[in-house]
């Protein structure tokens, strides 16, 4: 039990498909991120959240939306992706304290493009 | 910008050798360092942390020592086994900012 659970673990999409990822956390933290893990290269932070509002957005494509109902939830709704888009988006949480907390992962999904 | 520099893997060892991973960093203050592991499968887990200078983080048999001066942060372990094959990431996160910065990850495989 990580604390934080992805859904679906595996995905495979055509590029005209929308489909959305969920990420919900059991550990009562306020701050959500989402990370898209590709091959061979550093993860990279792509949205974070503090308590449900969205205070990073590192350059994404607008085909990537997310969405934070509550602090417990995270959503990234997907759009007209392309095949470079195919790699492991991982979600995280952590508590908002001062200095640097640790973030905790969910297992991810692996997003296919056709 | 900050960054993280890991050494390439797969690093191939075998049962109760001994392990470094080596880790440098390029930030400026004083961030707080991290090691994450990723098991096949799965997410990244915290391993270890280290928020100043000459702090050693350690865990479950893993060490890292924060080194200012040579901004290294490198990963040791005596004695691994097969279960401690995976992916090891080392992170940086600045206080007061969310965002971890990684390395691109070492893979470690240990044979029986």
């Known amino acids: 039990e990580t604390g934080v659970t992805q859904t679906p673990r595996h995905l495979v999409m055509g590029m005209t498909n929308k489909k959305s990822l969920k990420c919900e956390q059991h550990l009562g933290h306020n701050a959500m991120y989402w990370y898209k893990q590709s091959a061979k290269k550093p993860l990279e932070l792509m949205f974070v959240y503090s308590l449900e509002e969205r205070v990073e957005n590192n350059s994404v494509p607008s085909r990537f939306s997310p969405e934070c109902p509550n602090s417990s939830h995270l959503f990234l709704h997907l759009h007209t992706l392309q095949p470079e888009d195919s790699a492991l988006y991982l979600c995280?949480?952590?508590?908002?304290?001062?200095?640097?907390?640790?973030?905790?992962f969910g297992d991810g999904t692996r997003l296919s493009i056709l | 910008g900050d960054s993280v520099t890991q050494m390439e893997g797969p690093v191939t060892l075998s049962e109760e050798a001994f392990l470094t991973i080596n880790c440098t960093y390029t930030a400026t203050g004083y961030p707080s360092l991290f090691w994450y592991v990723q098991y096949p499968g799965e997410g990244l887990q915290l391993l270890l942390k280290a928020t100043k200078a000459d702090d050693k983080g350690s865990n479950k048999g893993f060490e890292a020592t924060y080194r200012k001066e040579t901004t290294s942060f490198h990963l040791e372990k005596g004695s691994v086994q097969v279960s401690d094959s995976a992916v090891y990431f080392c992170a940086l996160a600045h206080t007061g900012r969310r965002a971890l910065t990684f390395g691109s990850g070492t893979r470690l495989q240990v044979q029986p």
């Open positions: 995280a949480s952590s508590q908002e304290v001062q200095g640097s907390p640790p973030q905790h």
